[in-house]
């Protein structure tokens, strides 16, 4: 089987890429190191895949590629490839957005339609559903985002959708609820916290903490992908989420058991496009593509402190 990971240099790219490796894929990786966060963490995300015979590597933009040509012997894409981050979106910076996760997208599924791919699986976010006081989120919401970035995914899942309409490119679009562990990206909450705790620093809070998320550990988010590559479903769209949603704050008191030392709080102002709270319905994803989260909050916050632990040593 021969797959095509775009931005596979990043968090949840680079484990699809080893998963798809494993079982035992040809895997084509795209990343164009955006600067969002620095290019020697994404070039360490790379470090299991270099070596492998069967992973092949191109590091330019969707945007500057012959994607016709690439997609020759493909058979699945997993696109991953965004600009991510909700705060980041705002003004001048709403182009990033629009070039890489709505531009790149429809020129990926232009070059489908001239291609054998059999579908197309993409990372969408629980972003698109904005600030609702209806929960859990449910597929068949009508999507409010309140934020640019959560409209650039939105977008990315229509584009998807109208692809399947009008030329019969399958996709299933995974709304992926707020993804950890290891490689996760250094802006996100979890990354910071530890890197804080871990040094005695402050962390800072946006708002109260008293926001919660439906938190999802990166091999379930993995897993989640591969049941929609292997499902009989066309097209779909599915919350993928873990099951374990907490407050901020109850899951800093969860990282200060497993570190074994205070953190020091300082709470701001919440911030512009973050919802309140996430909380998914993934009843959908287990009736049609047998998704099921393995892991608790506990256990995966254990393998992400773990793993900031190692790479510090290192550093
Ligand atoms: N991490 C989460 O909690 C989360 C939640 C919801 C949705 N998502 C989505 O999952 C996907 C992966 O997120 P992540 O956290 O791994 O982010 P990431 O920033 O670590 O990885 C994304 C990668 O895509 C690359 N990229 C962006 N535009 C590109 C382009 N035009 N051509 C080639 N490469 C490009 C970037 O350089 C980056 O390495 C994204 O689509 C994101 O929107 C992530």
């Known amino acids: 089987?021969?797959?095509?990971?775009?931005?596979?240099a990043?968090?949840?790219?680079?484990?699809?890429?080893?998963?798809?490796?494993?079982?035992?894929?040809?895997?084509?990786?795209?990343?164009?190191?955006?600067d969002y966060y620095p290019m020697k963490i994404k070039e360490r995300n790379l470090n299991g895949l270099r070596n492998n015979k069967n992973f092949h590597f191109i590091p330019y933009s969707l945007l500057n590629l012959d994607l016709v040509e690439i997609l020759k012997d493909v058979n699945y894409v997993f696109h991953q490839a965004a600009q991510a981050g909700v705060r980041h979106s705002w003004g001048r910076n709403f182009e990033v957005y629009t070039d890489n996760n709505v531009l790149a997208t429809q020129r990926l599924l232009e070059a489908c339609r001239k291609?054998?791919?059999?579908?197309?699986?993409?990372?969408?976010?629980?972003s698109v559903y904005g600030d609702t006081d209806s929960l859990p989120m449910k597929e068949s919401d009508l999507p409010r985002p309140v934020s640019p970035y959560g409209v650039s995914k939105l977008a990315g899942e229509h584009l998807c959708h109208l692809y399947y309409k009008?030329?019969?490119?399958?996709?299933?679009?995974?709304?992926?609820?707020?993804?950890?562990?290891?490689?996760?990206?250094?802006?996100?909450?979890?990354?910071?916290?530890?890197d804080a705790i871990l040094n005695g620093r402050e962390i800072v809070v946006y708002g109260n903490g008293d926001q919660?998320?439906?938190?999802?550990?990166?091999?379930?988010?993995?897993?989640?992908?591969?049941?929609?590559?292997?499902s009989k479903k066309k097209e779909g769209v599915?919350?993928?989420?873990?099951?374990?949603?907490?407050?901020?704050?109850?899951?800093?008191?969860?990282?200060?058991?497993?570190?074994?030392?205070?953190?020091?709080?300082?709470?701001?102002?919440?911030?512009?496009?973050?919802?309140?709270?996430?909380?998914?319905?993934?009843?959908?994803?287990?009736?049609?593509?047998?998704?099921?989260p393995r892991i608790s909050l506990r256990k995966g916050l254990e393998k992400e402190v773990e793993w900031l632990e190692r790479i510090t040593a290192i550093l």
């Open 1 to 8: 089987m021969n797959s095509l990971v775009t931005g596979c």
């Open 10 to 34: 990043g968090f949840i790219g680079s484990w699809l890429a080893e998963r798809l490796l494993e079982l035992g894929h040809r895997v084509v990786g795209i990343d164009c190191f955006l």
């Open 115 to 126: 291609s054998d791919v059999r579908k197309v699986i993409y990372a969408s976010s629980s």
């Open 166 to 194: 009008n030329y019969g490119i399958n996709s299933i679009s995974l709304r992926y609820f707020t993804i950890y562990g290891p490689r996760q990206r250094p802006d996100m909450a979890f990354n910071r916290f530890i």
């Open 212 to 230: 919660t998320r439906d938190f999802t550990y990166i091999s379930d988010a993995i897993e989640a992908n591969i049941l929609a590559m292997r």
């Open 238 to 292: 599915y919350n993928i989420a873990g099951g374990s949603r907490t407050t901020l704050n109850a899951s800093i008191r969860v990282l200060e058991e497993i570190i074994g030392r205070k953190a020091i709080i300082r709470n701001i102002e919440a911030q512009k496009g973050d919802v309140k709270h996430t909380y998914a319905d993934t009843r959908r994803a287990t009736k049609d593509l047998g998704y099921k």
